[in-house]
């Protein structure tokens, strides 16, 4: 379930808290040509789906030597050999790098992103105030203006912060359970 959401990207998606849509769409109704195909459109389009959620056959590396002189990274490759997170992907002044590092690093790094952001309320309050500045191009906002962004940035927080320690919370440990799988 969690590696088809990563493999999409929806796990990188924008606070949909702040205003900003979500990558997830409603499911398309299907097109003419889709239902006219039968079964054979079915078909294709089920191994599509599985593909993009890392079931199909995915492009992977060499084969990794054997567990005792590999490194900890070519020892995840295989372990996950045939997964999107199994395979790997070269990078420049890196070499090749496994899809399953990468996506750790970007599950840490985005925990560390919402923490961050949701740390203290006067941390929040703050940034809030100096985003909806830029948003309105408004470099002198009155005094009644700054009350309201305040009032709508405590409110906001009061209200989310909770949930978003916990879903800090939820991207480590699937982090760590990633880890633990590929050992």
Known sequence: MWEGRLASGDLL??????????????????????????????????????????????????????????????RLEGSLRGTLLGSSVALPDMGRVPYIKLAIENLRLEARRIEDRWRSLKQYVTSRIAICMLEENTRSPSPLVIRHWIRRARKQYSRVSGLRAVEAAHLQRVASDLERKAA
């Open 13 to 74: 998606q924008e606070d949909p808290d702040e205003g900003s849509s979500s990558r997830e769409t409603a499911p398309q109704p299907a097109s003419k040509s889709d239902t006219t195909q039968g079964r054979r459109a079915g078909r294709r389009r089920g191994r599509q789906q599985g593909q993009a959620a890392g079931e199909g056959t995915a492009a992977t590396g060499p084969s990794a030597p054997s567990v005792s002189s590999a490194s900890p990274m070519s």
